[in-house]
């Protein structure tokens, strides 16, 4: 196959990936790797689809790999920690998170990495150490600060240190920016009959 044919099968396994269609966009991407084992994007890119898959182990077999082809390159350390936070690992992805942060990359991803990182880090720290969990929150905020469940998470940290007040502050901005959900409410609702 020449390396024209490599590139048109490259782009047919992007376009099912755009389209959701993994399972397509895994066939063009295996047989890519089968003819070139150091292509780091299509190997990185079957990762991306196993874990869209749910396929946890197997995506993080493929980003290693994309890691070890490319060590510095941030996307797989990002995918990395991905693939680790979807198997319920999430301390194990911190590193990987910080790694991709440090290695830099597309501005847009990193902003999404990193609000990742944030949030993660602050329930990993929920309970041993809950004012580093308030810092990075608060990083996490001050990235998106119209995200809702930011806000419900930050009152989760202060209602568990029983700081109701402040709490019911967190709680009432996620409300205002368009969590409507039943949990909320009630939350909202215990606070407000103390």
Known sequence: MTSKEISEKYNKGLEHYKNRDYKKALKEYKDIVKLDPNFSDAVND???????????PLALGYFEKATSLEPENWVPQSNIAMALVGQKRNSKAIPFFQKALKLGGDEDVL????????VLAAKEH??????????????????YPKDADFFVL???????????????YSYLKAKELGDRSKALSNKINKLKDK
């Open 46 to 56: 079957i990762g991306l689809c196993y874990l869209h898959l749910k396929k946890y």
């Open 111 to 118: 902003f999404n990495t990193a609000v990742n990182f944030y």
């Open 126 to 143: 929920l309970d041993d150490n809950t004012k580093q969990a308030h810092r990075y929150i608060d990083k996490a905020i001050k990235l």
């Open 154 to 168: 930050r009152g989760d940290l202060l209602s568990d240190q029983n700081e109701g007040e402040a709490a019911l």
